[in-house]
């Protein structure tokens, strides 16, 4: 199979079940969902060189999620059942829970920072809110996927607060006007 089919030349791409232009707000999310993707493999790739396999491996599986996401984007036509489920969402709130019992309740503003692996998430993070927003504009959106992406930032917020205790990296605290000398 060849990597290019010339299909998009023209402005137009292929969704499951109809041709769209490239424009189409619903091509916007589903290369916002992408973008995210593409940050959280380099996130995955940072983790795993910090040494925090077990984090990483439950970022992959996140990963494959986002692929999903993207699939039940492009199933406008509804060709094929959703893949993105309500229980998804759940599995993200019960780590979330999990993981703010260890890192303790947040008591100041962070910024993002502090392990590699934490700046890192916290890209994700702002990319998830990015997807987010441009999935409101989106028409007819699976029910299921609003929930699951802004769970997802959250989750990430989370995890580069978890990331930064495991590597006894503090995090990066807001101060407040702050000026460069």
Do not use: W
Request: proline share 4%; charged share 25%; aromatic share 6%.
């Amino acid at each position: 199979m060849k990597i290019y089919t010339k299909g998009g030349d023209k402005g137009e791409t292929s969704v499951l079940g109809a041709r769209v232009k490239k424009t189409d707000v619903r091509i916007d999310a589903i290369g916002a969902i992408d973008e995210l993707n593409s940050s959280l493999g380099m996130s995955i790739s940072i983790a795993r060189t910090e040494g925090l396999d077990q984090l990483a491996a439950e970022l992959v599986v996140l990963s494959h999620q986002l692929f999903d996401l993207g699939a039940d984007l492009a199933n406008i036509n509804n060709t094929i059942p959703l893949k993105i489920v309500p229980a998804y969402t759940e599995a993200i709130e019960h780590r979330i829970d999990v993981y703010t019992e260890l890192v303790g309740p947040l008591t100041r503003f962070i910024l993002p920072g502090g392990s590699h692996t934490a700046g890192a998430l916290h890209r994700c993070r702002t990319d998830t809110r990015r997807a987010e927003r441009i999935l409101s504009s989106v028409p007819n959106v699976p029910q299921a996927i609003g929930p699951y992406i802004n769970r997802l930032s959250d989750y990430f917020f989370t995890v580069a607060r978890l990331a930064n205790k495991e590597l006894d990296v503090d995090d990066v605290f807001y101060e407040g006007r702050k000026t460069v000398e």
